[in-house]
């Protein structure tokens, strides 16, 4: 149907051309197709801007997984895609936030060694994910392997920090919370990643914890709780973007065993409407094996439905992506 029918629209255009004097059917054939071109290339660029979050959004995506050998053993984010994401993320804030859907971050806590297979449900989806680790416990039994945790990473996942050793940091000394903090990033480091955001155990956090993060040279961090949830319907749907506090970065509750698909559906709606990024909390993902688990089939359910709300303009991305953090090394002394 379709080549014949272009073929006749071909045909139809020679033949108007050949009924005109030379000089007229010159001009007439070339001014319409002149201003058309020009209309369309303004249309174009204007398109990004129009669109905020939903473009910049897959730009960012698609310089993120442009070199899978060459990343290594980084995390997702190299300059550029960095450097989209945050740009993406500004657009998205500032701009028309009602009509700009939502970026919603998929996080993964505890260095699971169910997590290999996570990352594979992601990118059959096209998505990529943050995955928060904690180097003291990486090789240990259910945990990620060194090996596991290298094939996250080239796939193009953001790799994140979790602590040592998975402690409360608001109960330690300020020693003791560096100690958590930057021995497990710069172990993170050796290992050849770019960690730029970090996850505090339990989510729990205090303004001293967040100081460590921030001389632990973390761009930005991410709490648990403080979105809209059962619990506290009066919450924001989203944190904003750029986040109200950078290094307590919000969240609803994590995703549990009893976890409805429905509640994950309708924070991403409510994050559609308010704008902004939604991070969501999992950790272990596997069926029926314990309290901080989520089903394989619920992830892939909600992740299926969530590739069809791109059409909304929401866009998935790991979260140093969604708030533009930036990997700096650890700071001297510390
Ligand atoms: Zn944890």
Redesign the pocket.
Known sequence: MLPSAARRVVSTDRTVRRTRPPATAAVLTTLPVVLLTALLTAFLTALPAMLPGTLPGVAARADGQGGPGAAGHRTAGGGGAEADGARAAGAAGTRAPKRAGAIVSLTF??GDATHPAVARTLERHGMRGTF?V?TGTVGRERKLTRRGLAAIARAGHEIGG?TLT?LRLPELSAAEQRAQICDDRRKLVAWGYRPATL?Y??GSVDARAEAAARRCGYDAARDVGGLREFSCPACPAADTLPPRDRHAIRTASSVGPDTPLRRLKQQVFDAEKSGGVLPLVF?RVCEGCGDYSASPKLLEDFLGWLATRESHGTVVLPLGEAVGARYRPLPRGE
Do not use: V
Request: proline share 10%; net charge negative.
């Open positions: 806590d505890d928060y904690n979790h998975h996850a155990p339990f950790h």
